[in-house]
Nanobody, 121 residues
Framework: VQLQASGGGSVQAGGSLRLSCAAS????????MGWFRQAPGKEREFVSF????????YYADSVKGRFTISTDDARNTVYLQMSSLKPEDTAVYYC???????????????WGQGTLVTVSS
């Protein structure tokens, strides 16, 4: 499985961005797509996941109500719509796949290269 994340950039607080993650070579080991983020000096943290069917989604409390995850199964692409962005959302965002739903980075088996999101106050 190969993942290509894109869509990062610099925005002011309160702004919006949409991240994309294009997947190729999907298998049964990639039933779930997750987004994680890592700020400088911090550990990688879970943001959201979704099943390719869209039947299950989950968000970290820190982004609930502001971020929306979705899939386009025909395009093999997962999106993360981020709204009401805050400076604390600044991080490198990674997409990853897992065989089943979970929030632990260690259980995600394939990772994209990351895309930087910078939110200024």
């Amino acid at each position: 499985v190969q993942l290509q994340a894109s869509g990062g950039g610099s925005v002011q607080a309160g702004g919006s961005l949409r991240l994309s993650c294009a997947a190729s070579g999907r298998t049964s080991s990639s039933n779930v797509m997750g987004w994680f983020r890592q700020a400088p000096g911090k550990e990688r943290e879970f943001v959201s996941f979704i099943t390719w069917t869209g039947s299950a989604t989950y968000y970290a409390d820190s982004v609930k109500g502001r971020f929306t995850i979705s899939t386009d199964d025909a395009r093999n692409t997962v999106y993360l719509q981020m709204s009401s962005l805050k400076p604390e959302d600044t991080a490198v965002y990674y997409c990853a796949t897992a065989p089943y739903i979970n929030t632990r980075p260690s259980l995600y088996n394939y990772w994209g290269q990351g895309t930087l999101v910078t939110v200024s106050s």
